[in-house]
């Protein structure tokens, strides 16, 4: 077993992730995993990414997993924003990609920031033909379209922000894509065995 594997199957044992009854957003458990940092946050939310990433401007990976308190339905999201290099400061982008794994009928991506109403977004994966997706942003992460994320270092996604009637395309990093959804589905089964999170 890989060293990776290790530590998350490490932290979903532990239980870090569990949110108390009572605690503070800023208490948070830092791990090392293969060159990445991952911070988790007792509400079970955190960020992951190399070290100068989640130090410098905030790029980085954020994820949110957790069992809903009033309906038991198990929350699992992990999101990145574009990084604009051509600024004058080089700065995140409001639009990005938002990853939903919490149905287990189907797993979604969604162009994150993307909020006009009637008007697709856009996700396009290296070379591949551009993947519009329905009006909220989203369309269906199929095994294939995983697959070649996990063999990218970006893709890039375009979105409208409401009001603006223009569309914003950005790229986004895709370094530790494959480790966030690693770890979000390792801690699905521990929410699914918990009983009280």
Same mark, same amino acid.
Request: net charge neutral; hydrophobic share 35%; aromatic share 10%.
């Given at each position: $077993? ?21 605690? /503070?957003?800023? *208490?948070?458990?830092? @791990?090392?995993?293969?060159? @990445? +940092?991952?911070?988790?946050? &007792? ?23 957790? &069992?809903? %308190?009033? !309906?038991?339905?198990?929350?699992? !999201?992990?999101?990145?924003?574009? /990084?604009?290099?051509?600024?004058? +400061? #080089? ?24 909020? /006009? #109403?009637?008007?697709?977004? $856009? ?17 269906? +992460? !199929?095994?294939?379209?995983? &697959?070649?994320? *996990?063999? %990218? ?15 914003? !395309?950005? *790229? ?9 959804? *690693?770890?979000?589905? =390792?801690?699905?089964?521990? =929410? ?6």
């Amino acid at each position: $077993m890989n060293k990776v594997m290790n530590v998350l199957i490490f932290l979903i044992i532990q239980g870090c992730a569990a949110a108390p009854k009572n605690h /503070f957003r800023h *208490e948070y458990q830092t @791990y090392s995993v293969d060159g @990445y +940092l991952m911070r988790i946050f &007792k509400d079970g939310s955190g960020s992951f990414g190399r070290q100068e990433e989640l130090v410098a401007m905030g790029n980085h990976w954020s994820f949110s997993t957790k &069992k809903d %308190e009033m !309906t038991d339905k198990i929350i699992l !999201t992990a999101y990145r924003r574009g /990084f604009d290099q051509d600024a004058y +400061l #080089p700065m995140n982008s409001k639009i990005g990609i938002y990853i939903d794994l919490s149905s287990d009928s189907s797993e979604i991506i969604c162009v994150y920031g993307h909020d /006009f #109403p009637g008007q697709s977004a $856009m996700v396009r994966v290296g070379k591949n033909t551009a993947i519009n997706t329905n009006e909220y942003g989203c369309t269906e +992460l !199929t095994a294939d379209l995983s &697959k070649q994320l *996990e063999s %990218e270092k970006s893709v890039k996604v375009r979105g409208k922000i409401w009001p603006d009637n223009g569309y914003i !395309t950005t *790229e986004v990093n895709l370094d530790g894509y494959s480790k966030v959804v *690693e770890f979000l589905r =390792l801690r699905k089964n521990v =929410l699914m065995e918990k009983s009280d999170i």
